[in-house]
């Protein structure tokens, strides 16, 4: 077989998204579904569906299990849904942002599409791959991407009102500042908010080439030749804003710690700093005793509930980023349950 034809049939097989290491996030799901107190259907949350690619490595690792697929793309869910259904009824399709586990969960069990049990046994693990997902970048006229002239979206559910245009055109400057300031790290978020202002009184921001011209005259000359593609951050910062995306990950941290039994595991993979801030923020506070300090043992009912299973952030190996470039960025984080402290029940 030539390269090309290899390369057409690995495109093929992965429906042309390589899920970012792979065997890592089966090893690290694998801690809670094998655990000791894993049901015997274990339940696994693949709260950020995507292309279906680590639910399909999911589904063929363990064939007990059931996989929850949840998305607020509808296309990104018709695609997955089709790429897993040979997988039959052990995946289950869900549409919702991430933080709406609870809703899901319950809409499933009245729809006897996961067993009522999952109230009491809870889950065994939860899995967040974050931010915009290789699908919605491939698809041009979704406006993620800027490096492709398209329609100012940036809408991860097309049912949001609030589109990356809108922002462009009626923020304030200083909204818009603080958004590229706190999103993207955009050094020169004032001076692109009182270019975006002049602009736009010209003629409102519809397409995506317009506002790289933009950025390209705006950010100086030295730092574009060394600080990567100038859209970048702004591109960035405008995605989050449209999607809520930060508001939606700190949302789901407890939402999914709560939902997790004991031996069970929360994984998250983050692309940038601020995503991979608030879930260690996160997990040093699960995995701290509240035992007051300056005692000298640890008081009953006050343990930490889950363990670090990660040391640090783990990171991409150079083999994996030379053979998929998206997983440069990648820092992961993975805790198990150990405790039920603090725990009466799973939410209802």
Known sequence: MSEDA?????????????????????ELVGVGVTSDN?????????GTLGAGGHSEAFLSSFSDAI???????????????????PFGDRFVPYRTRF???????EDLIALDRIPAEVRETGL???????GVSSMQLDQAERGFAYRVDAPLDMRMDPRLSLTAAEILNTYSHGDLARILKTYGDERFAGKIASAVLREREKEPFTTSARLVEL????????????GGHPAKRTFQALRIEVNAELEALENVLPLAASWTHV??????MSYQSLEDKIVKSAFSDLTTSQTPAGLPMELPGTEPEFEMITRRAEKATEKEIEENSRAAPVR?????????????????
């Open 6 to 26: 290899r390369n057409d049939a690995t495109e093929n097989a992965t429906h042309g998204h390589v899920p970012v290491m792979c065997d890592r996030m089966v």
């Open 38 to 46: 894993a049901p015997s259907v274990p339940v696994i949350i693949d």
């Open 67 to 85: 996989v929850i697929g949840l998305d607020r793309d509808p296309h990104a869910l018709e695609e997955a849904t089709e790429r897993l259904a």
């Open 99 to 105: 933080d709406g586990i609870t809703e899901a969960i």
């Open 124 to 130: 065994s693990a939860l899995f967040f791959d974050l």
């Open 215 to 226: 950025l390209y005259a705006t950010i100086p000359a030295a730092t574009r030749r060394t």
């Open 263 to 268: 031996g069970g595991v929360n994984v998250y």
């Open 332 to 348: 992961v984080r993975a805790a198990r349950r150990v405790s039920d402290r603090g725990k009466h029940g799973f939410p209802l």
